[in-house]
């Protein structure tokens, strides 16, 4: 949100106080509090007739300063808030002459204390300046001119600050974002919407970013905070949040690893994903004719293709046509639920149902939820409505405790069904005029957080009902901490290679907001790939997190596209098996550190300034990077770190330190292992979940003659059942481990 034209003129319709000076510094044990006078304090009389802003720094963890500024401390605050996860942990604090300072593990806080002077610097763990906020930073702005929208009205107060910008500093994060992947030269507002994946709107906002230089910010606002990232002022990023106060975490990880470790530890790892979840997942598709007829043929289909598949999924039409949400099964079509639920059990898969949090008139509990009030209500008491989506349709109000048990209880007869897992779609269209929640939480803040509460709540029933290691969503909308209640994936794509690209950049930026996994519609949900697309995007999806075969108007089963198709999602199927004991190591990493399976090029390689901006590419993990292929003549350029990188799939070895333009077929892309690594691969390639430690394969690549490298081998329950130390002597590897299993150790480079 802008708030001034150019430099030097505010826009007509506001009135800003700045902070000007510091004028005052107290401490107690835990906080460094200062006042900061809005116009410069020469005497007595220029404290009279205007505005001064109080700023409390403390620290909820170490190594993060939360500052909190306020105008009006006399504001209602209704709440929501993000939960936060806090240490009892007490920062060094002092008051001299001439400066105040509170110290938070290696970050440190200094405010100038000054005539006519606001400098506040955030340092780093050698005293440089990671950021400041100085002149114009700290503002309250007030509205006193109605603006051209009902969203803007005269009175209304505004909260600002603004962090500088280093030369080269780049920004990243702000949630799932498919604009441009750095997002200097962006104005971003924390809104979710129901936009697709083609606009500026975003399913997931989350206010917190991260720079290069090794540090992050979150803004502990639920409501629509606005960042101007170098726009309003070119050399900073602006954030501002409607009311009277503003409060923010600077989180200094000096990395960008240890930056979204310390975000996640603030505000909540994600869970642990139960093994097969990263198996392949196939759809019904959304508007597409199934019965359970067409259902048996996708997965005879798929195993008379050799293909395995580990999850099925029934999207909206399992319910009747104007019904949703009623938990029933469509008779017409599915005349034996819990008998083909049991069917498919016995054929060893997964099994997921489509849901939302949306009751539709035509349902039989739409009444019930009326009666009760467990629907969101507008401020003369009748339920608010709409059209959108589902005829006459109302949301659930989360807020109310016997809200979510009654929907909950719906939820429970369907997963004592046989119903594994649940996919929580919408949650982005929640209303803000004349609502009324049940808590009385603010209409505005409640926009996004509902997100939060809507998976937490589905989540929580999972743990409950499936036990704590087996609990899995496939959600779309989200906000900050939300990360704790997966798996998200990407929303509604189109079927091109431009689309395939700016979901890619959507999961960057994901892994930048603390999410540990992420998945995407493989092909693309709106329209039908041809094949080309779909060959390709499925050798992306199968090397994310997790992978899904899914669309709108059309099946998603390979032979439908061409049989060619059918060997590619073999093919990487059955590759994805293999790699599970790397891929369910990270799975743990991402739960016990926060640290994400896709790792943007910068995460891994923050040294090197050519991965600061690419988006093309990415790291599965901290061994395996990934280049998809965006062009149907098998045409790639991606970038390799300094280093000697090998091609997992053929085998070739390349020295890095620059950029390659290779041609790759269908059954190929550039997935290279790093040097230096010793990858372990499964014996299995026909299911995700299996013993991982037997007969498992530990691949050297380009270990030195004496090195040695630590391999720990996870167990599907998220244990580690093997700690393997491998070392090269003499040329050969060999092996030494706690376990009894047999293993394999190749060396497939030197």
């Known amino acids: 949100m802008k708030f001034t034209n150019g430099y030097w003129m505010t826009k007509p319709e506001y009135r800003i106080d700045y902070a000007a000076q510091c004028v005052r510094a107290e401490k107690t044990d835990r906080e460094l509090r200062l006042l900061a006078a809005c116009r410069p304090v020469r005497g007595r009389g220029d404290v009279l007739n205007s505005a001064a802003l109080q700023v409390v720094f403390s620290a909820p963890r170490r190594n993060i300063v939360r500052v909190r500024i306020t105008h009006f401390a006399g504001a209602v605050d209704c709440g929501p808030h993000f939960e936060t996860h806090e240490e009892d942990f007490v920062p060094d604090i002092a008051i001299h002459e001439d400066e105040a300072t509170l110290r938070s593990g290696d970050l440190t806080v200094r405010a100038v204390r000054k005539e006519g002077v606001w400098q506040v610097d955030f340092l780093g763990k050698q005293g440089e300046i990671l950021t400041s906020t100085g002149y114009r930073g700290i503002a309250r702005a007030l509205k006193e001119e109605d603006g051209p929208t009902s969203l803007e009205r005269r009175g209304e107060s505004f909260m600002i600050d603004s962090l500088d910008l280093a030369v080269g500093e780049t920004v990243y994060g702000l949630g799932e974002r498919f604009t441009p992947y750095v997002k200097n030269g962006q104005t971003v507002t924390m809104w979710n919407a129901d936009g697709g994946t083609a606009s500026e709107y975003a399913y997931k906002n989350v206010p917190f970013y991260m720079t290069n230089r090794g540090y992050g910010v979150f803004v502990e606002d639920a409501a629509d905070v606005s960042f101007e990232i170098a726009t309003e002022k070119v050399e900073r990023v602006q954030f501002s949040v409607p009311g009277e106060t503003l409060c923010y975490d600077l989180i200094y990880g000096s990395t960008p690893k240890e930056t979204v470790s310390l975000y996640t530890a603030l505000t909540g790892r994600p869970a642990l994903l139960p093994a097969w979840s990263f198996g392949l997942w196939l759809s019904t598709s ?126 429970k007869v369907l997963l004592d069904q046989g119903i594994d897992c649940l996919k929580t779609d919408f949650g982005e269209r929640i209303p803000v005029h004349d609502i009324v929640w049940s808590d009385g939480s603010d209409p505005l803040r409640m926009h996004n957080y509902y997100a939060f509460l809507y998976n937490q709540m589905v989540f929580d029933l999972l743990k409950r009902e499936k036990g704590e290691q087996e609990a899995i969503l496939f959600a779309r909308s989200a906000t900050a901490g939300g990360q704790q209640f997966p798996v998200h994936w990407g929303g509604d794509n189109s079927a091109s290679y431009v689309s395939m690209a700016e979901t890619l950049r959507a999961g960057l930026s994901m892994s930048h907001s603390g999410f540990g996994y992420w998945s995407h519609d493989i092909s693309g949900f709106e329209q039908t790939a041809p094949a080309d697309v779909y060959k390709r995007w499925a050798a992306f999806g199968l090397l994310s997190s997790h992978s899904r075969l899914h669309g709108s108007s059309s099946y998603r089963v390979p032979w439908l596209f061409d049989e060619e198709s059918v060997d590619v999602v073999r093919f990487f199927t059955k590759l994805k098996c293999r790699l599970m004991p790397y891929l369910y190591r990270l799975a743990m990493e991402a739960h016990e550190k926060g640290i994400p399976m896709m790792r943007p090029m910068m995460m891994e390689f923050p040294d090197d300034p050519a991965c600061e901006y690419l988006d093309r590419q990415y790291m599965l993990g901290d061994r395996l990077l990934v280049a998809p292929v965006f062009r149907k003549d098998g045409q790639v350029t991606y970038y390799l770190p300094a280093g000697r990188w090998t091609s997992l799939i053929s085998g070739e070895t390349v020295q890095g330190g620059g950029w390659r333009t290779e041609k790759h077929g269908f059954l190929s892309l550039p997935l290279m292992v790093r040097g230096g690594s010793v990858l372990p691969m499964g014996a299995c390639d026909a299911k995700p979940d299996y013993d991982y430690a037997q007969n498992v394969e530990l691949r050297c690549y380009g270990l030195r003659e004496g090195e040695k490298v630590t391999v720990e081998i996870p167990a599907p329950d998220g244990t580690i059942d093997a700690v393997c130390e491998v070392s090269v002597s003499g040329g050969e590897p060999s092996v030494v481990t706690n376990s009894p299993k047999p293993w394999t150790a190749v060396i497939a480079a030197r």
Not at 357 to 380: C, H, N, W
Not at 388 to 395: E, K, P, R, S, V
């Open 286 to 411: 959304f508007t597409t004719d199934y019965d359970e007829k067409t259902v048996t043929s996708f997965i005879d289909g798929m195993a008379e293709r050799d293909i395995p598949l580990r999850v099925f999924h029934f999207d909206c039409y399992w319910m009747k046509a104007y019904n949703w949400c009623d938990f029933t099964w469509d008779p017409d079509v599915f005349p034996d639920p819990a008998g083909m639920l049991r069917r498919y059990h016995a054929r060893g898969l997964k099994l997921c149902c489509w849901i939302n949090p949306y009751i539709a008139q035509a349902s039989p509990l739409f009444e019930e939820g009326r009666r009760m009030g467990y629907l969101v209500r507008k401020t003369d008491g009748s339920v608010w409505q709409t059209d959108m989506w589902q005829a006459g349709m109302a949301i659930l109000d989360v807020t109310n405790p016997a809200a979510r048990d009654w929907y909950c209880d719906r939820l």
